[in-house]
T-cell receptor, first 114, second 112 residues
Framework: DGGITQSPKYLFRKEGQNVTLSCEQNLNHDAMYWYRQDPGQGLRLIYY???????QKGDIAEGYSVSREKKESFPLTVTSAQKNPTAFYLCASSPGTGLLYEQYFGPGTRLTVT | GNSVTQMEGPVTLSEEAFLTINCTYTATGYPSLFWYVQYPGEGLQLLLK?????DKGSNKGFEATYRKETTSFHLEKGSVQVSDSAVYFC???????????FGKGTTLSVSS
């Protein structure tokens, strides 16, 4: 089955530690995205990538970093510079970028930092 | 800038009731519009979409019509089921098509 996998489902870290969230897709999609979801809020875009070895900042990129070394993988690192890292993180992909493409979402990773 | 406004929830209905969740938007150009659904603890699933004015998206009994004159994309279903209980998000694409802008979501709770 084609889809997007995110691991782990739950992640716990101590304050001051960097942590990397995994996102893999086997849909052969060119574009990938990372969103953050907070309780009672919509999703906010952290980073997106339209093609391998290229990525762009979204609305709330501060304290986060990404890489896109392979088409199917788009890991997100939450650094110690992110002031409020506890949230639900969702990865998505789409065949390309443009108005006609919908995004397909993974199951999410819930990160708790204490 | 682009933004999406959804009706506040929670919306509580009995099984077989009619559902409307209001969504209005502000955007430059002609965005595509989407409804996504999120079940507890899961990611988002695309429910339906519309890419131009007067288009009607439909799926699983849900419908929404892209109304440019009222900048709205209201979600409707004629008869809800308990299994429809979830959070519903209205979203639009930015002008470049590189991101989705989401509303805050509306929680629907259906009881039998």
């Amino acid at each position: 089955d084609g889809g997007i996998t995110q691991s782990p489902k739950y992640l716990f870290r101590k304050e001051g530690q960097n942590v990397t969230l995994s996102c893999e897709q086997n849909l052969n999609h060119d574009a990938m995205y990372w969103y953050r979801q907070d309780p009672g809020q919509g999703l906010r875009l952290i980073y997106y990538s339209q093609i391998v070895n290229d990525f762009q900042k979204g609305d709330i990129a501060e304290g986060y970093s990404v890489s896109r070394e392979k088409k199917e993988s788009f890991p997100l690192t939450v650094t110690s510079a992110q002031k409020n890292p506890t949230a639900f993180y969702l990865c998505a992909s789409s065949p390309g970028t443009g108005l006609l493409y919908e995004q397909y979402f993974g199951p999410g990773t819930r990160l708790t930092v204490t | 800038g682009n933004s999406v406004t959804q009706m506040e929830g929670p919306v509580t209905l009995s099984e077989e009731a009619f559902l409307t969740i209001n969504c209005t938007y502000t955007a430059t150009g002609y965005p595509s519009l989407f409804w996504y659904v999120q079940y507890p603890g899961e990611g988002l699933q695309l429910l339906l979409k519309a890419t131009k004015a007067d288009d009607k998206g439909s799926n699983k009994g849900f419908e929404a019509t892209y109304r440019k004159e009222t900048t709205s994309f209201h979600l409707e279903k004629g008869s809800v089921q308990v299994s429809d209980s979830a959070v519903y998000f209205c979203a639009l694409s930015n002008q470049a098509g590189t991101a989705l802008i989401f509303g805050k979501g509306t929680t629907l709770s259906v009881s039998s």
